[in-house]
C-alpha cells in the first residue's frame, strides 16, 4: 500500500512543477472576480459529482469566509438545491439543469464559473451557451482534454492528465482565488 501512497504522491509533485501557466490563468480569473464584486454582479458556479463539492465548496468559502473575517461575495452554486435540479431534469432533461437556472437567476456581467474535468459535460457545456447567450462572462475549470476550455472566455486548465489530479488542482484554485480575497492579501 505503501508503494501505491508513493506513486501517487510522486504524480502529484511532478504537476505541481509545471504550475507557472496554471498561476497565470488564476490570477487572471482573480481580477475578473474582483471586477465584478466591484461593480455588485453575481457568481454562479456549477459541476458534476466531485466538481459540485468543489463549485459549492467555492460558495461557502466566499459567502462565509475562508480564514479571515471580511465581507460575504455572492457566489452561488447551481448544485445545491435538489428541488429546482430534481424538478428541471425531469420537466426538461438532466442537460439543462443549469443552463435554466442560469435562464432564470443570470444577468449581463454576470459571472458563471464552469467545473468539468472532462471539458464534455453536455450540462456544463448547455450552461456556457445560455451564460453567453445572457451577456455572462464564463470561466471553465477543466483539465487538458474536452470542449469547455475552448468556449469560455477564461479558463483554468489543470496541467495533469487524470480526474484525480485535476479535481486537486481545482481545489488548489480555489483556495488561491480565496486568498486573493482575504483582507491582508496585497491587490492583484
Do not use: W
Not at 18 to 44: D, G, P, S, W
Not at 50 to 75: C, I, K, N, W
Not at 95 to 107: K, V
Amino acid at each position: 500500500m505503501t508503494t501505491l501512497y508513493q506513486r501517487q504522491t510522486a504524480e502529484l509533485r511532478h504537476v505541481l512543477q509545471n504550475m507557472k501557466e496554471f498561476h497565470r490563468q488564476v490570477a487572471q480569473v482573480a481580477q475578473q472576480l474582483q471586477e465584478a464584486f466591484l461593480q455588485n454582479k453575481t457568481v454562479y458556479v456549477a459541476g458534476n459529482g466531485g466538481s459540485a463539492t468543489l463549485a459549492q465548496h467555492f460558495s461557502d468559502e466566499m459567502m462565509g469566509r475562508y480564514r479571515q473575517d471580511r465581507r460575504p461575495y455572492p457566489v452561488i452554486a447551481l448544485t445545491a438545491d435538489s428541488a429546482v435540479l430534481t424538478c428541471i431534469g425531469n420537466d426538461y432533461g438532466y442537460e439543462h439543469i443549469f443552463a435554466r437556472q442560469l435562464e432564470a437567476l443570470g444577468q449581463e456581467g454576470d459571472i458563471f464559473m464552469a467545473y468539468s474535468t472532462s471539458g464534455n459535460s453536455a450540462n456544463i457545456l448547455a450552461a456556457v451557451l445560455q451564460a453567453k447567450k445572457q451577456g455572462m462572462t464564463v470561466v471553465a475549470f477543466t483539465g487538458p482534454a474536452g470542449k469547455l476550455k475552448e468556449v469560455a472566455d477564461y479558463a483554468v486548465v489543470s496541467p495533469a492528465q487524470t480526474t484525480n489530479r485535476i479535481q486537486e488542482l481545482d481545489l488548489h484554485a480555489i483556495h488561491l482565488l480565496c486568498e486573493a480575497f482575504e483582507p491582508s492579501v496585497e491587490k492583484i
